[in-house]
Structures are given as structure tokens and as C-alpha cells.
């Protein structure tokens, strides 16, 4: 298993969906995980944490199964600004490398 | 407050020429990592700084080495540059507080190599 994979995409939908994005990892030890988003040429910006079993910022929602080693991005009401690409990311050791997934990439049409 | 800062923001060069890239951590951060990110591709962890040393290292070839300074900026310098370097170089600082990941990204420096 590839240290962090992600759904090819890309995706795309309308206006208003609801989708899901998952990744899994093969570091079971892993503690932390973070979703980034990379708009197109752009740098990665954070756009979630998820220390526990899960973390919920608005219309965002991210789950961790740890016994799976399997993690998701729920976007609730996709507007036309959620499209980007999103990345899944692991730390890779005890001092803080990031190790990303290639990155799904969510386009929302009108 | 800035933000991390990268320079120059795209660069074009010939194979087998050196280059060295920039970059200025956040406020208050004081650990400085590299990654490399080929088109369509995420991000691949170069290595990391921290008290002017380097503390982890990702796999690329020597041909790929770093600094950092006392004020925490940080340089990464490529020689004998291939055509495969050609990607978006970003750096990512962060503060070093065990347990915490959160890096946050400069706008990075697009390579070209011609």
C-alpha cells in the first residue's frame, strides 16, 4: 500500500451536492492527519486538522477510521469557490515531514 | 503579519546551471521544510531545518542541499540541474511544538529547466 492514496477524481458536481473524498494511509502509528486544499497553481493552504475520531467546520467535515486506517472530506452544499484540489496528509515521522496523497481534484459547476 | 515568503516566484534555467531559492517563515516559526511538487502530482518532502541544521531528509539526491540562517530563513540549492527539476518548489514553516504538524506553505517558486 502506497503511504497515502486518494480517490483519482476528479469531480465533478453541481452546485448545492454533498461530496466525499477519502484517503487511506499505511502508517497505523500515525496521529494526526490534515486536509489541504491547492487551488490551480497555487500553494497548498490547511484547511482541516483531525487529532481524534473527527473534525466539523461548517459545511466541512472530516472523519478518521483509525481501525481502517481510513480518512474523508465531506463538503455539505458545494459552492462554485470549493473548487480546487484537495490533498490528504499524513506526518511521515517524529519531527513533522508531510507526506501527501496526489490530491483529488473537485470541480463545482453552476 | 506575513506569511511565509518564497523568491524569486518562477525561474527559468539550463541544465547543468545551479540555482538557489529563498524563503522567509511565518512570525514566530522557526522550523523550515522544502518540498518538491511535479505537475499533477502532491508534494514530496525534500527535507527540514531546524537550529540551522538539517533534521530530516526526504529521498533526493545530494544534488539537492539547504541552509538556514539565525533569523530562521531558509535556502535550498540545486546543482547540476536535470530537466526532471523542473516542479513548483514550495516551503513550509512551522513552529516547533512537539506534536503539532501544522505547516503552513509560501506561495513557492515555479522551476523551470530548459
Known amino acids: 500500500r502506497k503511504e497515502v492514496e486518494q480517490d483519482p477524481g476528479p469531480f465533478n458536481v453541481p452546485e448545492g451536492a454533498t461530496v466525499a473524498f477519502n484517503c487511506t494511509y499505511s502508517?497505523?502509528?500515525?496521529?494526526?492527519f490534515f486536509w489541504y486544499r491547492q487551488d490551480c497553481r497555487k500553494e497548498p493552504k490547511l484547511l482541516m486538522s483531525?487529532?481524534?475520531s473527527g473534525n466539523e467546520d461548517g459545511r466541512f467535515t472530516a472523519q478518521l477510521n483509525r481501525a481502517s486506517q481510513y480518512i474523508s472530506l465531506l463538503i455539505r452544499d458545494s459552492k462554485l469557490s470549493d473548487s480546487a484540489t484537495y490533498l490528504c496528509?499524513?506526518?511521515?515521522?517524529?519531527?513533522?515531514?508531510?507526506?501527501f496523497g496526489k490530491g483529488t481534484k473537485l470541480s463545482v459547476k453552476p | 503579519d506575513a506569511g511565509v515568503t518564497q523568491s524569486p516566484t518562477h525561474l527559468i534555467k539550463t541544465r547543468g546551471q545551479q540555482v538557489t531559492l529563498r524563503c522567509s517563515p511565518k512570525?514566530?516559526?522557526?522550523?523550515v521544510s522544502w518540498y518538491q511538487q511535479a505537475l499533477g502530482q502532491g508534494p514530496q518532502f525534500i527535507f527540514q531545518?531546524?537550529?540551522?541544521?538539517?533534521?530530516q531528509r526526504g529521498n533526493f539526491p545530494d544534488r539537492f542541499s539547504g541552509h538556514q540562517f539565525p533569523n530562521y530563513s531558509s535556502e535550498l540549492n540545486v546543482n547540476a540541474l536535470l530537466l526532471g527539476d523542473s516542479a513548483l518548489y514550495l516551503c513550509?514553516?512551522?513552529?516547533?511544538?512537539?506534536?503539532?504538524?501544522?505547516?503552513?506553505f509560501g506561495q513557492g517558486t515555479r522551476l523551470t529547466v530548459v
Open positions: 513550509a514553516s512551522s513552529p516547533r511544538t512537539r506534536g503539532k504538524y501544522e505547516a503552513f
Open positions: 531545518y531546524y537550529e540551522e541544521e538539517e533534521r
Open positions: 512570525s514566530g516559526h522557526d522550523t
Open positions: 502508517n497505523s502509528a500515525s496521529q494526526s
Open positions: 496528509v499524513v506526518p511521515g515521522g517524529s519531527q513533522g515531514n508531510l507526506i
Open positions: 483531525v487529532y481524534s
